[in-house]
């Protein structure tokens, strides 16, 4: 392509009126050959992509402090005011492309691209635009609701990430003392939750009624692009989750119980080491989280550390829990810059080693594809964009021992990293299989959501947790998921992507390099091909049968019991 800039170099964008003459220029743009072809997907690239990491900036912003006034508005400045225009305006270019005499040879040069092009124009409706505005700002009152909860515990104020990390503790009277604060505070929140999320599905229900859907589920399918498997196999994939993995996290359970030794297995005996030692925080600063996850990432790849490194240097990484800063952790490519941003709440615990090696793999992931000359290619869907971090949690496994030295911390480390793998999937099915029925049953009442999610939770929880006196807890715990009100749907894609991560790992045990020349292969092609050959050339299958989850589920709990 050529390398002419489109935009100046000092280009920044204040409003509407400072993007508008670019676009009035690509649709000027001629297409009647492969150089004019070239030359407009450059420009519109180059457009987009500067378009986004401003916004990713003002999302960044607002999400690190929402207690910021001026973030808070630069970024509902840009939703309300420039977003609106800037989709219609791509909508008019993809339409412009692809009413061209060059549209055929764009399918042909650019296969996925055109694919998305297609969708993207069948999808848009003009009348949705100002209701995805308001969506976006309210899909991040959950941020800044969690954001400002505050656990008071013995005279000491903690953000509900610090608080939870205390329910590791050993004395059991105690976690049940710091389960129950940590409840009363979410059950203060627990009907302006409900609330907003009333809010949030009439305005998705409309936008799917708008789009031509009879319900947003089937809109969303169509709308993340889930070209390789159904609606129909995702159900399918819930029961094969329910039949293949709840027996092993009934066994996790059963096995927790008998160690600790009590009666009665309740919530707040779930994050307590079983065999009774003090809880594992390495990590005393976040200075010395970064230099660990460096010396680690060097251990698995030179590159990945180099990779690191230049982001920590720039001051790319914000990792520390703080009163007014969203919850979560997130990696956010900077595609212009060819950069990502890291942000988590790190409070010195190893989960939090564990959260810095999954969005390490997402900037690794980022940094790999960004050679591809169009920003589709580099828009990676989940299902592989999550492989690229789930894998990498499991891989850099095999080399704790530099930030565990003692034999048993590391041992009892991989334990919980690896349980985790297998209960998250179970989790995530129960939160999935909630979705489809909060959206296929768009006039519920907050009753009737309460009473489903408890109907379905039970389908996927263990029986050996004993939930008597909690039962609220039970009944609220999805609202402790944000995907639901951020990005709905957008969860079951992790499923997929433990299932392809534990089969990673499996490969690396038996050949590292073979195995990581591969991930790394695949994390460069980005979104080039679908996804059954990425995860192909990753080495694995891109399959959720009954067959290759029992396989897989077999492997991690035979791995499981060397650990106990």
């Keep these: 392509m050529n390398n002419n800039s489109f935009l100046p170099s000092d280009f920044f964008i204040i409003d509407w009126n400072s993007i508008e003459p670019y676009f009035i220029q690509l649709d000027a743009m001629p297409l009647s050959s492969e150089d004019e072809l070239n030359r407009f997907l450059q420009c519109k690239t180059e457009l ?206 059963q096995a927790r119980k008998d160690a600790l030794g009590v009666e009665r297995l309740k919530p707040w005996d779930l994050q307590v080491d079983i065999e009774g030692k003090k809880p594992l925080r390495p990590f005393s600063s976040n200075e010395i989280l970064t230099q660990k996850a460096i010396e680690c990432f060097t251990a698995v790849n030179p590159d990945f550390a180099n990779i690191f490194t230049q982001l920590d240097a720039e001051k790319l990484l914000d990792l520390d829990s703080r009163f007014g800063k969203a919850p979560g952790g997130f990696n956010y490519p900077l595609h212009k810059s060819n950069r990502s941003f890291i942000f988590m709440n790190a409070t010195g615990s190893m989960n939090d080693f564990e959260t810095l090696m999954h969005e390490g793999g997402h900037a690794f992931h980022a940094y790999y594809y960004n050679h591809w000359p169009l920003i589709d290619y580099m828009n990676t869907p989940s299902e592989i964009a999550e492989l690229a971090s789930m894998s990498m949690e499991l891989i850099s496994m095999e080399h704790w021992g530099m930030v565990l030295t003692d034999t048993s911390e590391l041992k009892r480390a991989k334990r919980k990293q690896l349980e985790g793998s297998i209960i998250i999937l179970a989790w995530i099915a129960a939160v999935d299989k909630f979705q489809h029925w909060l959206y296929m049953n768009p006039e519920h009442s907050h009753h009737e959501r309460d009473l489903a999610w408890t109907n379905i939770y039970r389908e996927f929880s263990s029986h050996t947790i004993d939930w008597e006196g909690a039962e609220s807890a039970f009944v609220f715990a999805w609202q402790r998921q944000l995907h639901i009100f951020e990005m709905p749907f957008y969860y079951i894609e992790y499923a997929f992507a433990q299932l392809g991560a534990i089969a990673i790992w499996k490969n690396y045990r038996q050949n590292p390099k073979e195995t990581l020349d591969k991930h790394i292969k695949m994390m460069k092609l980005g979104y080039s091909r679908p996804l059954p050959e990425l995860y192909k050339e990753a080495g694995i299958e891109f399959s959720f049968t009954k067959e290759y989850l029992s396989e897989l589920m077999f492997f991690a709990k035979n791995e499981l019991s060397k650990l106990y």
């Design 48 to 253: 987009e992509m500067t378009i986004d990491e401003d916004q990713a900036w003002r999302y960044i912003r607002f999400n690190i402090d929402t207690r910021n006034e001026a973030a808070k508005k630069a970024f509902e400045y840009f939703i309300d005011e420039v977003e609106p225009k800037v989709e219609s305006w791509f909508n008019r270019i993809d339409r412009k492309l692809a009413d061209s005499e060059s549209f055929r040879m764009f399918e042909q040069l650019h296969v996925i691209p055109a694919r998305l092009l297609k969708k993207n124009i069948e999808i848009f409706r003009e009348e949705n635009l100002q209701i995805f505005a308001e969506l976006q700002k309210e899909e991040q009152e959950y941020g800044a609701i969690m954001s400002e909860i505050a656990i008071e515990i013995n005279d000491n104020r903690y953000t509900l990430q610090q608080a939870a990390e205390l329910l590791q503790e050993n004395d059991r009277s105690f976690r049940e003392l710091v389960y129950w604060q940590i409840f009363e505070k979410r059950v203060e929140k627990s009907e302006v939750l409900n609330e907003l999320l009333s809010k949030l599905l009439r305005k998705r229900y409309k936008i799917a009624i708008n789009a031509g859907y009879k319900n947003f589920r089937d809109y969303q399918h169509f709308n993340l692009g889930r070209f390789d498997y159904t609606v129909e196999d995702i159900q399918s994939f819930h029961n094969v989750i329910a039949s293949e993995v709840n027996p092993i996290v009934e066994d996790i359970m």
